[in-house]
């Protein structure tokens, strides 16, 4: 492939500290040296949006504070000390990489450190803190950027002409949001903000009431105070209290893209701690299609699973992978306008992780993993749903290293296949409207927990259509929650004729698939759980009733919720997974053998996981793939039909693979990694 092709399309994150400001073009030349290619763009990681708040032009000097010149103002990475930057260098940076072809963004956190390294501008402005309502009282954190001066004037007034001027004034590109500042904190909308100036915004845009007891107090910010609205809006008025949000980030985002839009500069947004969009919208009030809609030029999915794993403090951290992963494609099939750049979690010294140095495969894996995303258009044509990587960070990388990274991104965006095997997974504007209420009364199954939970489980999907797209599909369908779709887009999916379709539905309502004109291959609900789900299937070529009976008898005594399932407390971080009804192991287990056996072609696998993709030129690619961090696995694969030809497309495995009979080999698979096998039938 060419130079500038695969690798010339991706984004960089970069701290200040990943440049030099002694040297005369602070140090891009020397990044361009090193990358061995021009990225498409550069997110300076300026991290305090006290860039912004203390911008007083750059016609004389100023001192930028640590947090500025450093993420966090962290003393050093592993190439330099923390270097003291002043504006006049950090425009010339700026003018350096416009100069290279290279769109500089201005990349700001919504963090406060308490002044901890400098005199913060928000020192005197607290009330655009946010009120996080704990257990033990209400904790001050990080600026809120819906709310308002104590003059009742809004800050997104003040930041969208602030932030034209600091864009202008530098020469950047855009500007690129990330955690604190949009997406908010990661406590979530449950326990954050139920200040008097918050509430009065959410009963003025809603009409909504509370108590009089409560309104007696709607202009105290005590703790008491705060706490007792909480726990009202919260367990009463949820689904209200979250569209409210909804509306104020659509709002707040539609002021602020105009603004810049108006200067030709582009906005970038961080996608809310990991979460695909329903997520999104129950715990941050975020709606992906609504920020799109407003003006937001590029999503950003923080697909950082290792990362996430890896640097996690407690004594049972999660590999959150397959979670992470699938949610970069349900984000772009519901917002498909966008630009997506997927955060490939590379290092961060401040954060004390490093996959590149110390989980080497895992890096590969997800290079590998986030290419093979795709979402079907209208004419049934596969498109990447993500355009490219957003490295996290680019600082301390080392010449070679910028070249395996460079060999990786080549090998992803090598070909688009011609389809991808399994079931394409169907999405619903319609679903995602209706499982609000439901989540809220009964927590059921998202369509994205779905997926994440089977993919554990060896049954990977990789491929998303809207269900409007539908005439345009062929294939196996997947499509999950099939009750809360529109009538019309049912008729639809009971109409479809071209290939295997295998629903899940809720089987609490009575509702029958018979009643559609459907007459099932399968159909069986979970007889572990108290909140049932259900599956059926229709146009299956083959059906393996043994062993999804097998899975279905398997016990399952797990604990249903002790209480309603609104009262359930819900996570106040990121790390937090979302609470979901139970759903039983043997259920996910039988609905995974129904996925694997609805998949067009049949690759048989054992010891490891498949994705399989049919290539324009009639050959097979196999996605390989061990969960198992901690050994290499032989994976054993049998081909329908005899093999004749293997290549390896990855950089491991290095030997040719062990062929044991004419249709099976044994392909080797690093701890957590991913192998890429090109086969010809």
């Known amino acids: ?48 949006a006290d860039i912004v708040h203390l911008h007083d032009g750059t016609d004389r000097v100023r001192h930028l504070p640590p947090d500025n010149c450093s993420y966090y103002g962290s003393p050093r990475n592993e ?14 940076l700026v003018e350096h990489l416009n100069k290279a072809g290279i769109k500089p963004l201005l ?60 864009l202008s004034d530098y020469g950047f590109s855009g500007l690129h949001t990330a955690d604190n500042f ?36 709607i202009h105290c910010d005590s703790d008491e105070a705060i706490i007792r609205r909480r726990d009202y809006i919260w367990y009463n008025i949820r689904q209200e209290w979250i569209e409210f949000y909804v509306k104020r980030w659509n709002g707040f985002w539609k002021k602020i893209c105009d603004k810049i839009h108006k200067i030709g500069k582009i906005v970038a947004v961080n996608n809310a701690w990991c979460s695909e969009p329903f997520e999104a919208m129950y ?43 699938t949610m970069s494609m349900f984000m772009s099939i519901y917002a498909p306008k966008a630009d997506y750049r997927c955060l490939l979690g590379v290092k961060d010294v401040t954060e004390e992780w490093d996959i ?50 460079k060999v990786l991104f080549d090998i992803a965006y090598e070909e688009t296949p011609q389809e991808v095997l399994a079931p394409t997974v169907i999405w619903s504007d319609s679903v995602m409207n209706a499982l609000l209420p439901e989540y809220i009364s009964q927590r059921r199954y998202t369509p994205h927990k779905y997926c994440y939970e089977l993919a554990k489980r060896g049954a990977v999907m990789v491929t998303a259509a809207r269900v409007e797209d539908l005439e345009g599909l062929s294939g196996p369908l997947f499509v999950p929650d ?38 099932p291959d399968l159909c069986f609900t979970d007889p572990w759980s108290k909140y049932k789900e259900g599956v059926f299937a229709f146009d299956l070529k083959k059906i393996d009733e043994d062993t999804v009976n097998r899975s279905l008898s398997i016990p399952d005594e797990g604990p249903e919720f002790p209480c309603a399932p609104m009262l359930m407390q819900d996570p106040v971080t990121f790390r937090g997974d979302m609470v979901f009804a139970k759903v039983s192991e043997g259920f996910l287990q039988a609905l995974a053998s129904v996925i694997r056996d609805g998949s067009k072609v049949q690759f048989k696998v054992k010891r490891a996981s498949c994705l399989a993709m049919n290539m324009k030129d009639g050959r097979y690619r196999l996605y390989i793939i061990n969960d198992d961090l901690r050994r290499y696995v032989g994976a054993e694969i049998t081909a329908p039909s005899e093999i004749k030809r293997i290549e390896i497309a990855s950089k491991y495995p290095v030997l040719p693979p062990k062929r044991i009979g004419n249709d099976t080999f044994v392909g080797r698979v690093t701890p957590g990694g991913v192998s890429v096998f090109d086969i010809w039938l």
Not at 79 to 92: G, H, S
Not at 117 to 144: C, F, M, Q
Not at 154 to 164: G, P
Not at 191 to 204: A, E, K
């Open 356 to 405: 590149l140095h110390h989980a080497a495969p895992l890096l590969e894996r997800d290079i590998y993993t986030l290419a093979s995303f795709f979402r079907q258009n209208k004419k049934g044509e596969l498109e990447r749903c993500m355009k490219g990587y957003m490295v996290c960070l680019g600082d301390g990388i080392r010449k070679e290293e910028w070249q395996r990274l």
């Open 283 to 325: 715990r941050y009030g975020l709606d992906y299609k609504g920020l799109v809609d407003a003006g937001v030029d590029c999503l950003i999915p923080e697909t950082v699973p290792n990362g996430c794993y890896m640097n996690d403090r407690t004594d049972r951290p999660i590999w959150r992978y397959h979670q992470y992963m």
């Open 107 to 166: 990349g700001i956190m919504g963090v406060s450190t308490n002044s901890a390294r400098h005199k913060e501008w928000y020192a005197d402005r607290r009330e655009l803190l946010t009120r996080i309502a704990n257990p033990s009282g209400v904790a001050v954190y990080s600026l809120h950027v819906l709310k308002r001066f104590k003059d009742g004037t809004y800050y997104e007034d003040y930041f969208a002409d602030k932030v034209c001027e600091v």
């Open 482 to 519: 099939f009750d809360l779709l529109s009538r019309k887009e049912q008729m639809s999916i009971a109409s479809y004729k071209g290939g295997a379709v295998i629903c899940t539905y809720s089987a609490m309502k009575g509702f029958q698939p018979e009643e559609l004109g459907i007459v």
């Open 182 to 217: 949009c997406p908010p904190p990661q406590s979530g909308i449950s326990t954050y903000d139920y200040s008097s100036d918050m509430v009065d915004q959410f009963l003025v845009m809603t009409g909504a009431k509370l108590p009089d007891e409560l309104m007696n107090e």
């Open 79 to 92: 190439e330099r000390e923390r270097q003291n930057w002043t504006n006049i260098d950090l425009k010339i």
């Open 1 to 48: 492939m060419g130079e500038n092709t695969a690798a010339g399309s991706q984004w960089v994150w970069m701290p200040l500290i990943g440049f030099d400001r002694d040297m005369p073009d602070k140090g891009v030349g020397e990044l361009i040296s090193r990358m061995g290619f021009i990225p498409d763009a550069v997110s300076v990681f300026l991290f305090h």
